[in-house]
């Protein structure tokens, strides 16, 4: 059996630090979502929450208002939706130290991506951050503190002199840390649970992690988002968990965001695999350890990379992977489940699917045209066409050189296939514009479209200033 009502939660991870959607259609999914079978979400704001007073720096232009995520929140409570709130507290820092005002709060002084563990201040800033943000959420149960990936910690120079002190090593001080930030939820919101992703904790010895005291305090957060993940080795992990004192476990597993920092279209197949491993290790769990499963979709690597796969393009991604969570595995039930929910003729999980009626389909479409067709039109045209490489090469542009006669044989093609891509591009940015911010849409357009577009554009206008000069001019070389 999966994880069906009553069991584990079943988390959708929405990573605002980059393409953070619009409200309007945040509530749009949320029906869905439910439908599909998520019973809660972990709402990773980053630089889009609205923070306020001191931390008003933190704020990004395009952030969502108080307003926005208290409806948001409303919303999700109508859904019966279980919201637990992501604030990194020690690395993954880098949209709170790139700041001025922070800057000193750094670990290493040039980094910008981990917390100083030594200085008061900085528990202050993360005690901060935290209230900011339970101040807009009720009675939640779990609260995550983030805590993984802290590159180079132990490398600043505080950190150097406390190392040098007898016993004290990167392990405990990374504990100790972690134990501080746990502490300090307990104690002003003795309801709540911290939540802690677990790369950190992975390698350390039982006997160290059960003297720490955080084994009480916190709920690791296992990631894994491998299609071949080992299923002992995390079987074992728990147990090892299990025996240093925590209580309970959660999994991660990935929807989108896990195969490629610039990757910009889905393989079902690949996530699929990811989360029938996690099922295996599901089943060979104690029943009462699993408190629930995050299905991961990360916008970005980390706060500086660019955007990885939108969330409209894995909607069918999402449907596929917790319709098989809900369902103990994937089946032709969980075929026609997603194909009725998102109003798809036939699914597949190993082609990738650009059709659809369900919120955003229509930018998963024009996304899906773009990955596939613009560059390899245009490299076409611009490279393989022996007229554009035999009598209009870049030598022959850059001179505006051409012969009226060669023209023909790849004019009308250019003229075609500018004006084709240029309906596609308007399309997908009026289709993007009403999910996204225009800085989202931007970003996009630069990373995965102007390149190609670009080429194709000056290719035409140079073809007509060297028509033009080849008419005013046809005999007299120049």
């Not at 392990?171 to 100790?176: A, D, G, I, T, V």
């Not at 790369?199 to 059960?210: F, Q």
């Not at 296939?417 to 999910?435: F, I, P, T, Y």
């Amino acid at each position: 059996e999966g994880m069906a009502a009553g069991g584990p939660l079943r988390l959708v991870h929405l990573d605002m630090k980059g393409a953070a959607p619009r409200a309007r259609y945040l509530a749009e999914v949320l029906p869905l979502l439910r439908a599909l079978g998520a019973t809660g979400l972990l709402l990773e704001y980053e630089d889009t929450f609205p923070y306020a007073g001191p931390l008003g720096p933190l704020r990004a232009p395009h952030a969502y208002s108080p307003g926005e995520v208290r409806a948001l929140l409303s919303q999700a409570k109508a859904q019966g939706l279980e919201v637990v709130p992501l604030v990194q507290t020690f690395g993954h820092m880098e949209f709170v130290l790139k700041h001025k005002e922070f800057a000193h709060l750094r670990e290493v002084k040039a980094f910008p991506n981990a917390l100083n563990p030594h200085k008061e201040e900085s528990r202050a800033l993360v005690k901060a951050m935290i209230d900011q943000v339970m101040a807009l959420h009720e009675d939640i149960k779990w609260f995550h503190i983030g805590c993984d990936e802290v590159y180079y910690l132990g490398e600043g120079e505080e950190s150097k002199q406390w190392l040098q002190q007898e016993d004290n090593t990167p392990e405990k001080l990374c504990l100790s840390h972690i134990k501080a930030v746990a502490s300090c939820v307990a104690s002003s919101y003795p309801t709540v649970t911290p939540i802690v992703w677990d790369d950190m904790l992975r390698g350390i010895s039982e006997e160290t992690l059960a003297e720490s005291g955080v084994p009480q305090l916190v709920q690791p957060m296992i990631w894994d988002y491998a299609a071949d993940l080992d299923v002992e080795g995390k079987v074992h992990l728990i147990e090892k968990y299990r025996r240093c004192g925590f209580s309970k476990v959660w999994f991660a597993s990935a929807f989108k965001g896990a195969t490629g920092v610039n990757q910009s279209l889905i393989l079902i197949g690949h996530h699929l695999k990811n989360h029938l491993q996690w099922l295996r290790v599901a089943s060979k769990s104690p029943v009462d350890v699993l408190e629930g499963i995050t299905l991961t979709g990360w916008q970005r690597y980390d706060h500086f990379s660019v955007l990885c796969e939108l969330l409209p393009v894995a909607i069918p991604c999402l449907a596929v992977c917790l319709q098989t969570l809900k369902n103990g595995g994937y089946s032709e039930k969980v075929k026609e489940n997603v194909e009725e929910l998102l109003g798809m003729s036939n699914l597949e999980i190993d082609t990738f699917m650009s059709l659809g009626t369900f919120p955003g389909s229509n930018i998963l479409t024009l996304v899906t045209e773009i990955s596939f067709y613009l560059k390899s039109s245009v490299d076409e045209l611009l490279e393989r066409n022996r007229y554009v490489t035999g009598w209009f090469s870049p030598y022959h542009r850059k001179r505006k050189i051409i012969h009226p006669i060669i023209m023909h044989h790849f004019q009308p093609d250019a003229v075609s296939l500018l004006s084709k891509w240029n309906g596609v591009v308007r399309d997908l940015q009026a289709a993007m514009e009403e999910v996204f911010h225009k800085c989202t849409v931007e970003e996009w357009m630069e990373e995965n479209v102007y390149p190609s577009l670009q080429k194709l554009q000056s290719l035409y206008s140079v073809l007509r200033l060297s028509l033009s000069a080849a008419l005013r001019c046809p005999t007299k070389p120049s």
